[in-house]
């Protein structure tokens, strides 16, 4: 059935795989202190699978919330780039905060991710008085609305640090967020648009109607629909971005969440993009049949990267 040996197979293996073993470099955490936010974050990244004489560049994926998704997406990004040859290689950046609980940033993430018109859910959230190991800002600091401060960071010192450290392609960088941090995605989309060059946005915060924990009545708050809406009137330049917009059907139904109204928003804003007449410019939009909003977060990850690395 074979007509090489074992060594001439062994060499033609070689041939094909390189002779060059692979491996995963260790995984690294920073804690950077940012002038922007006062505030330390927590940076942790992981380096793709790479032959070990490499010299190679790699993209930066950078996701927000490390705290809970650094070990999910490392490992996730393990798996996945040793047996699936298809799947891209790239620089993993997480955003967090200092802490080992991946619920460690819940109340900063309130701060950071949110901006003008955003409800205050965050005040009086019952799941937080549950949770002894959520961490709170400082006294005497900002406690929400913080997004520009928190992209300034981003923009001006996460990003340097790591195209400075790193073996980076310093242009091709991808933004990941989930739900605030989705939304938050969508700010930096309609602020400083090239900032990233993809965007995986999964289950964002646009629309809030009902009473926040705190007790503030909203009707109808179309707050970021109405973002995306002024955006887009604006004849913006989309060329070259890439967008990846995902939504579980469950999450309209969740009781702590049901104000969200997260899957009927999401339409609405798929509506949107899809009027843009933006050469170049096509949206990749996915619903997820049976998923809820914490379900869906991983499969998002997976699914908006490959989409977008096609």
Same mark, same amino acid.
């Given at each position: 059935?074979?007509? &090489?040996?074992?060594?001439?197979?062994?060499?033609?293996?070689?041939?094909?795989? %390189?002779?060059?073993?692979?491996?995963?470099?260790?995984?690294?955490?920073?804690?950077? +202190?940012?002038?922007?936010?006062?505030?330390?974050?927590? /940076? *942790?990244?992981?380096?793709?699978? *790479?032959?070990?004489?490499?010299?190679?560049? @790699?993209?930066?994926?950078? +996701?927000?919330? #490390?705290?809970?998704?650094?070990?999910?997406?490392? #490992?996730?990004?393990?798996?996945? *780039? +040793?047996?699936?040859?298809?799947?891209?290689? !790239?620089?993993?950046?997480? /955003?967090?905060?200092? %802490?080992?609980?991946?619920?460690? %940033?819940?109340?900063? $993430? =309130?701060?950071?991710?949110?901006?003008? =018109?955003?409800?205050?859910? @965050?005040? =009086?959230?019952?799941?937080? =008085? $549950?949770?002894?190991?959520?961490?709170?800002?400082?006294?005497?600091?900002?406690?929400?609305? #913080?997004?520009?401060? @928190?992209?300034? !960071?981003? +923009?001006?010192?996460?990003?340097?640090?790591?195209?400075?450290?790193?073996?980076? &392609?310093?242009?091709?960088r991808t933004y990941f967020g989930h739900s605030l941090g989705a939304g938050f995605g969508l700010f930096m989309l309609f602020s400083q648009t090239s900032l990233f060059r993809r965007y995986v946005l999964s289950s964002p915060t646009l629309s809030y109607h009902g009473e926040t924990p705190s007790g503030v009545s909203y009707r109808n708050h179309d707050f970021l629909l109405d973002r995306a809406r002024e955006f887009l009137t604006g004849d913006p330049s989309l060329q070259g971005v890439k967008l990846y917009l995902s939504v579980g059907t469950q999450e309209e139904f969740e009781p702590l969440i049901a104000n969200w109204r997260f899957t009927s928003s999401f339409y609405r804003l798929v509506a949107l993009f899809k009027s843009t007449t933006t050469a170049g410019f096509a949206p990749i939009t996915e619903v997820f049949s049976g998923e809820r909003h914490a379900t869906v977060w991983p499969i998002a990850f997976m699914h908006g990267i490959q989409a977008l690395f096609a």
């Open positions: 059935m074979f007509d &090489l040996n074992i060594d001439e197979r062994r060499s033609e293996s070689q041939r094909l795989l %390189g002779s060059d073993r692979e491996y995963f470099p260790s995984t690294e955490t920073h804690l950077l +202190a940012s002038k922007c936010v006062s505030q330390v974050f927590k /940076i *942790q990244v992981m380096r793709p699978l *790479q032959a070990s004489s490499s010299n190679r560049r @790699f993209p930066v994926v950078y +996701a927000t919330d #490390g705290n809970a998704v650094f070990d999910m997406f490392k #490992g996730l990004c393990g798996v996945l *780039q +040793a047996f699936n040859p298809q799947w891209p290689r !790239f620089i993993l950046v997480t /955003i967090g905060y200092p %802490g080992d609980s991946p619920v460690a %940033g819940e109340l900063l $993430r =309130g701060r950071d991710m949110t901006f003008a =018109g955003c409800p205050d859910y @965050f005040s =009086g959230f019952p799941l937080f =008085g $549950r949770w002894s190991d959520v961490l709170t800002p400082e006294p005497g600091s900002q406690y929400f609305g #913080g997004a520009e401060a @928190f992209q300034r !960071f981003i +923009a001006e010192e996460l990003i340097p640090l790591v195209d400075r450290d790193y073996e980076t &392609l310093p242009e091709d």
